[in-house]
């Protein structure tokens, strides 16, 4: 598995994009870069997963540049219910999915 | 609702006990995932198994212990139990296919209390 380094805390304001940016310089070829979201007390999430360029659903976007060094989670005008943890994992099928610290996002009124 | 099911919900126990988690994956999810999370923590990998099989160890302590059983639900059996082993233990599934990348789905988890 990839490791990945994300900022341990950001602020925002309703109806603000936020961005968060994930490193991953040791990317594999075969790694697909997947967002999580962690509300307290419950399981993770999923968000969103891509492997290049950009990818758009319902509830966010993931931009990954042409080298797949990093990318980025934007979140759409957020809203006090966005507040949350939100982990990067990069990796395959063959890794065991393992979670880091997470980015600790609040969003504040 | 994710599909992964976990029982029980809630539980507390005294020290030196033991418990076992049970955890029911999505339907046709092959791989079964255990996480462990103390109070604001972060989520730490304990085991996974891929279709009755031991795929991966993270740090699971050697009191703990988990299996898959052929119909792919899992057991995580926690034993001589201390007060750190307070926590909500998570389990998640996946189908592992074999060309995209690996999509997790957790339950809601268990919360362990250890008195």
């Known amino acids: 598995l990839a490791k990945t380094t994300q900022p341990i805390s950001m602020d925002s304001y309703e109806g603000q994009e936020v961005n968060i940016t994930c490193s991953h310089n040791n990317i594999a070829t075969n790694d697909y870069i997947t967002w999580y979201q962690q509300f307290p007390s419950q399981g993770p999430r999923f968000i969103i997963q891509?492997?290049?360029t950009k990818v758009t659903n319902e509830v966010a976007s993931l931009f990954i540049p042409a080298d797949r060094k990093s990318s980025t989670l934007s979140l759409p005008r957020v809203s006090l219910s966005d507040t949350a943890v939100y982990y990067c994992l990069v990796g395959d099928i063959n890794n065991d999915m393992r979670f880091g610290a997470g980015t600790r996002l609040t969003v504040k009124p | 609702d994710s599909g992964v099911t976990q029982t029980p919900k809630h539980l507390i126990t005294a020290t030196g006990q033991r418990v076992t988690l049970r955890c029911s994956p999505r339907s046709g999810d092959l791989s079964v995932y255990w996480y462990q999370q103390s109070l604001d923590q972060g989520l730490q990998f304990l085991i996974q198994y891929y279709n009755g099989e031991e795929r991966a160890k993270g740090n699971i302590l050697e009191r703990f212990s988990a299996q898959q059983f052929p119909d792919l639900h899992s057991e995580l059996n926690l034993s001589s139990l201390e007060l750190g082993d307070s926590a909500l233990y998570f389990c998640?599934?996946?189908?592992?296919?074999?060309?995209?990348?690996?999509?997790?789905?957790f339950g809601e988890g268990s919360w362990l209390t250890v008195v």
């Open positions: 998640a599934s996946s189908f592992l296919t074999g060309t995209a990348g690996n999509t997790i789905y």
């Open positions: 891509g492997y290049k």
